[in-house]
């Protein structure tokens, strides 16, 4: 009986703890809550191999290159570059370059004729030498810049932070680079792209490369245009990219690649420097157009209109006959357009722009026209190869040089 109570007490204990339970308001909790949120960079990216219907039997080289190539290749000892001073907010490049004391241009150090290092250490180069005009247009001095050496990868973010003031590393002027790079310039050299071979290979068009592995640099028109043409072919190939460009070729001439791909003008360079350039063939074929120029950052016009008049100034001086030899003595010619051009009479717009009246004379004096330029590193005498100029004469001459009037 006892037993039967204790139990009923008991029962009414726990109904009464259950129902203050379920009166009392529980404590706040607090949770978490994690999104995850997907984004997506648009880069320019090449198909890597385009699949043909039959497939073709690997080559020697690409066996090799499917079990001993990276990838990508970074550049030997490529080290973050520390971030340069850029323009104050509402301040012209033009003043900003002139306090800083000379100009800064991102070029090549490793490509014969156009960027490289002469044998004494010293920046040289159809790009390097309109740099130096640049230089000469505003200081009177050739060596009032300073040259940067960048990655074919590492061009558009020079331009896009403002850290150069000139990027002129044999770049490709297209549509896209134009809205978010920078501003181009002029096209000062037409080239176009091309495949390199050797010769023991037989290989002289494009399908015989079915199936092969190509050497390219990344980051580069180079690498679209090469998945391009052989997709428009229906053709295989594995692409071996490198972010340099003489990792490229030091890959393709130890036959890590079976071709390597590049503008013409390039490949001709490089292969001047190989040990034995007579063993590789330039197949006669052009798969893309390729005006090369250089180009600075956006968002100031003046500074835009002061490279870009060092160009045409070069042209139009190839154009009247004016060169580093008789410069001089042209200060003596009756003609209108030399007398505009070196500042004897009228003007064409210099002043306006921030340069002296007679830069042009200082420029060409220094530097030369364009055609002592070109003739400079790739001509019949050149420092570098020769390369006949083809699309690279005046307009006057058959090719496509051409700039506007200085008036």
Known sequence: MIARQSLSILAIFVLLALALASCTTPAPQTVEVTRLV?????????VAATVAPAPATP???AKAAATTAPAATAAPGATARPSRPTPLAGQKRLDFVKARGKVVCGVHTSLPGFGYLDKDGKNAGFDIDFCRAVAVAIFNNRDAV???PISA???GPALQTGEIDILARNTTWTTTRDAQWGNFVATLFYDGQGMMVRKDTGFTKLEDLNGATIC??????TELN????????????????????PSVYSAYEQGRCDAATSDKSQLAATRSGFKNPADHFIMDITFSKEPLGPAVPHGDDQWFDVVKT????LINAEELGVSSTNVDEMLKSTDPSIKRMLGVEGSFGQTDLGLAKDFAVNVIRTIGNYGEIYDRYMGPKGASFTLDRGLNNLWTKGGLIYAPPLR
């Open 38 to 46: 997907e984004v997506t960079r648009l880069v320019e990216k090449p």
């Open 59 to 61: 080559t020697p080289a």
């Open 146 to 148: 300073e040259f940067v």
């Open 153 to 155: 990868a590492e061009r």
């Open 216 to 221: 390219v640099t990344t980051g580069t028109t």
């Open 226 to 245: 090469l998945a391009d043409a052989f997709r428009q072919r229906n053709l295989k190939y594995t692409a071996v990219t490198f972010e340099d460009t």
């Open 310 to 313: 060092v160009a045409f100034l």
